[in-house]
């Protein structure tokens, strides 16, 4: 399965260190995933995907009251 999501915290623009934290928390979990400035694409099943965006969420809600949170799945089983 592949996933695109995008987390915008919207009490603080300036997110570099925030995306620092992301990477290091999807590199933890062990998923391929590409980053760019709009979102990152992570592969995996349903489970280690929701669980890896939850993680990120965590650790970003520590530092920040508000955050969006946009996700889109690509459930393309035809292979």
């Not at 592949?2 to 987390?7: E, G, K, Q, R, T």
């Not at 290091?24 to 965006?53: A, F, H, K």
């Given at each position: 399965m592949l996933a695109d999501f995008s987390i915008w915290t919207l009490d603080d623009p300036a997110m570099h260190d925030d995306m620092q934290l992301v990477r290091e928390t999807l590199d933890e979990r062990g998923l391929e995933?590409?980053?760019?400035r709009m979102s990152t694409s992570v592969e995996g099943s349903l489970t280690q995907i929701s669980e890896s965006i939850e993680?990120?969420?965590q650790k970003l809600a520590v530092k920040?009251?508000?955050?969006?949170i946009q996700i889109t799945f690509d459930d393309d089983r035809s292979k």
């Amino acid at each position: 399965m592949l996933a695109d999501f995008s987390i915008w915290t919207l009490d603080d623009p300036a997110m570099h260190d925030d995306m620092q934290l992301v990477r290091e928390t999807l590199d933890e979990r062990g998923l391929e995933y590409t980053m760019n400035r709009m979102s990152t694409s992570v592969e995996g099943s349903l489970t280690q995907i929701s669980e890896s965006i939850e993680a990120c969420r965590q650790k970003l809600a520590v530092k920040h009251n508000r955050l969006l949170i946009q996700i889109t799945f690509d459930d393309d089983r035809s292979k």
